[in-house]
């Protein structure tokens, strides 16, 4: 199976909010769409260094994920490469659709001059934490937040 990957148009907006609150941890802090989306989706849009994708099976978007490329001081002036809001439809979980995304998320990456990727998930979120492991993804850091 093949995905299309490509970046999201605002008609797909709908289908992105609804595919990244399909889950206990996300549904509340994610909602359902309204203006906040629209207005993040315009942000995104018009930040270069910010591309939020979508892939496609037979013209239905079944992923989602958005990638921001992060210039820097450390590691030699380099590029990173976050990885946010990986979401696949439930359906096709454990079907290759997440890895087939993260390989072309990865090239987008090198192509875009990034020296590494990251991401951060959830403690909760097991499965996802195999999947990323699978893909030689190291634990290597304790995250923080703080809600302001």
Not at 3 to 32: F, K, P, W
């Amino acid at each position: 199976m093949t995905v299309l990957l490509r970046l999201a148009r605002r008609e797909d907006l709908a289908r992105i909010v609804e595919l990244i609150a399909d889950d206990s941890i996300a549904a509340a802090r994610t909602g359902s769409l309204g203006a906040a989306h629209v207005a993040g989706f315009e942000a995104i849009e018009a930040d270069p260094n910010n591309e939020l994708v979508v892939a496609e099976l037979d013209g239905e978007v079944v992923g989602t994920m958005q990638l921001t490329y992060v210039p820097g001081i450390s590691r030699n002036g380099a590029t990173r490469l976050l990885v946010e809001a990986v979401r696949v439809d439930v359906r096709l979980r454990g079907g290759g659709v997440g890895r087939q995304m993260m390989l072309w998320a990865h090239e987008r990456g090198r192509a875009r001059g990034a020296v590494v990727a990251q991401l951060t998930s959830d403690k909760r979120r097991s499965d996802a934490h195999r999947f990323y492991r699978n893909l030689d993804y190291e634990q290597s850091h304790e995250g923080f937040k703080l809600a302001l």
